[in-house]
């Protein structure tokens, strides 16, 4: 089980955290990664983290957005600065082993 949580309302320029904390071990898993849906839209990757800790980001988020990962903690999380009003959307962290599994989604409102 995944759950997503550190949503909020933030204005243009600012900087919000989120995690994703799994109820088993995240070394299991051979990628996890941030998704976003805005109103709308189709859901899109944000970033992604292997195993072997290799990342990689969607492009209006490059420069922007970090992706991490704490084993020891069990939990994924993404560091978001400089937010922009196009950044606002529902967040979902997701984990791939042999299945994929989705959390519930955080909100993240930029207001400009």
């Known amino acids: 089980q995944l759950q997503a949580s550190g949503g909020g309302l933030v204005e243009s320029g600012g900087s919000l955290r989120l995690s994703c904390a799994s109820s088993?071990?995240?070394?299991?898993?051979?990628?996890m990664g941030w998704y976003r849906e805005a109103p709308g839209k189709q859901r899109e990757m944000v970033a992604s983290?292997?195993?072997?800790?290799?990342?990689d980001y969607g492009d209006s988020v490059k420069g922007r957005f970090a992706i991490s990962r704490d084993n020891a903690k069990n939990t994924l999380y993404l560091q978001m600065n400089n937010l922009k009003p196009e950044d606002t959307a529902r967040y979902y962290c997701?984990?791939?082993?042999?299945?994929?599994?989705w959390g519930q989604g955080t909100l993240v409102t930029v207001s400009s």
């Open positions: 997701r984990a791939k082993r042999i299945s994929i599994y």
């Open positions: 088993g071990s995240i070394s299991e898993f051979s990628s």
């Open positions: 983290i292997s195993s072997g800790d290799r990342v």
